[in-house]
């Protein structure tokens, strides 16, 4: 069960189908039109939309708002530095800010950032440094349906062959766990391989560890070298892997926006700090206020208690489980931060071409209020201007984000009967066809209507 009980309520819109298919009708049947009043439940994302705790509320009362210096940001680095062990700690306003300055500081233009996959916000700001990306998933990631336990591993024959190759490496990034890549965790072995290679040759190798605590929590579940660990522990072990790390603090830091540039390397440090005073603000708050500091620390100190965690982790298995036994599968075995639907398999009806995952977030949004988000040819396929796809990505998937501290299990039920009940008339669910479709940020502007596929 959940091991904390609820002090603060917020009603949730319970609205009709009918209701529902007016209001998607007008957001253009894209989900990131609708409103919060359109929504039951939101699994949009689990970035900055978690609970706080009631320590979390007290440590933002005492945050000092002292424009340098104040007493927040040494509270928010003893906690940062005791985690990870890096020297150089700086605040920024969330994760994508981190990437931008680390990767502006570091990548000279045509570098090769290497990693297992990178999130999208990471792979642009590569591409806008000038880099390029280059991204080597483990073979098992391919099969959605095998329960090998790490998925979200490197392949490390690939890694060593780039590495050695003609190309230009600026870094190595292991994102933990691997978002991109189903929500997969990455082992200790695999990270201990990756600092060996990278060490040999040179390279600095950094940690995007925006779910850093859930990936250690699975490290305790699934590698049987830290069975006995804490998760802290294996969280520690991990950032010592590598030379840094870029956080988005909106996912384990468990606030509502935050994030951290961690680094060993002064010289480094020096260049990195010069953009986040241009760009962010000075060192000692970097975008955020001292309310925000005080509550990431206390975040930080509370996203590794074992408790939570188990629970965490155990109530998407759950909501996972459920869909499955309605008939709906899942990348296995589910991951802590979200449940990645396979609609391909549940809607054989409709071609890619058609948007199978979008039209299954759409029937959960339909059907029950739920809105999520469609990982699958939309998002990742490739499409002309006139809205036509012209290569599918590789899986059709849907991703149910869970916020962390925010539904219970009978929330989930909730979804996965929505799903149970999509799952017995799949055939009866259309197809949509874009009809505007912008080249950049294509997920976020676009619109669509449905169609019989
Ligand atoms: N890295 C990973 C692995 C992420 O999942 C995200 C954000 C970021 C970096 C960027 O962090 O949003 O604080 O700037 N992921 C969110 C999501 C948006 O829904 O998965 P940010």
């Not at 440094?129 to 998925?151: E, T, Y």
């Not at 190798?205 to 250690?216: H, K, M, P, Q, V």
């Not at 830290?226 to 468990?254: N, Q, T, W």
Request: proline share 5%; glycine share 10%.
């Amino acid at each position: 069960m959940e091991p904390y009980r609820i002090k603060v309520v917020e009603p949730i819109p319970i609205t009709t189908r009918d209701y529902r298919e007016r209001r998607y009708a007008e957001a253009g049947y894209n989900q990131f039109n609708l409103t919060a009043e359109d929504v039951t439940i939101d699994l949009l994302s689990d970035s900055g939309t978690g609970a706080l705790s009631a320590e979390q509320q007290a440590a933002g009362m005492r945050g000092d708002e002292t424009y340098a210096g104040a007493r927040s940001w040494f509270r928010f680095r003893e906690v940062a530095e005791e985690l990870t062990g890096y020297e150089h700690i700086f605040p920024v306003h969330q994760g994508r800010a981190a990437e931008r300055i680390l990767f502006g500081a570091l990548l000279k233009p045509g570098q090769l950032s290497v990693g297992n996959t990178h999130f999208d916000t990471t792979r642009a700001n590569v591409e806008l440094a000038g880099g390029v990306v280059r991204d080597l998933p483990c073979a098992a990631a391919a099969d959605l349906d095998s329960d090998a336990d790490f998925k979200g591993d490197i392949d490390l024959v690939a890694l060593e062959a780039v590495l050695d190759g003609p190309e230009d490496v600026g870094l190595v990034l292991m994102t933990i766990t691997n978002n991109g890549g189903g929500g997969q965790p990455v082992s200790m072995a695999n990270l201990e391989a990756v600092k060996k290679l990278c060490r040999k040759r040179g390279v600095p190798f950094f940690l995007d560890a925006a779910r850093f605590a859930e990936n250690a929590w699975l490290v305790t579940q699934r590698e049987e070298k830290y069975r006995g660990h804490s998760p802290r522990e294996v969280a520690k072990l991990a950032f010592g892997m590598a030379d840094g790390c870029v956080v988005s603090l909106k996912k384990d830091g468990i606030v509502h926006i935050g994030g951290m540039l961690a680094l060993r390397d002064t010289e480094l440090a020096k260049r990195c700090e010069l953009l986040l005073i241009a760009t962010e603000g000075f060192r000692t708050y970097g975008g955020l206020s001292g309310r925000d500091l005080d509550m990431c620390a206390q975040g930080l100190i509370e996203v590794t208690d074992p408790l939570y965690l188990r629970e965490r982790a155990e109530s998407t298995a759950y909501l996972a489980e459920c869909a499955r036994q309605a008939g709906v599968d899942s990348v296995r075995p589910a991951g802590v931060h979200a449940v990645y639907l396979n609609a391909g398999r549940l809607l054989p009806h409709i071609p890619s071409s058609r948007f199978t995952g979008h039209a299954l977030a759409s029937e959960l949004y339909l059907a029950g209020g739920i809105r999520c988000a469609e990982l699958g040819s939309l998002y990742l396929g490739e499409i002309d201007e006139s809205g036509e796809l012209l290569t599918p990505a590789p899986f059709e998937l849907v991703r149910l984000a869970i916020p962390r501290r925010v539904y219970t299990r009978s929330h989930l039920e909730y979804v996965a009967e929505t799903l149970a009940g999509i799952a017995k008339n799949p055939e009866r669910v259309p197809g949509y066809r874009l009809t505007e479709a912008p080249a950049m940020l294509r997920p976020f502007r676009c619109r669509l209507e449905q169609v019989q596929p």
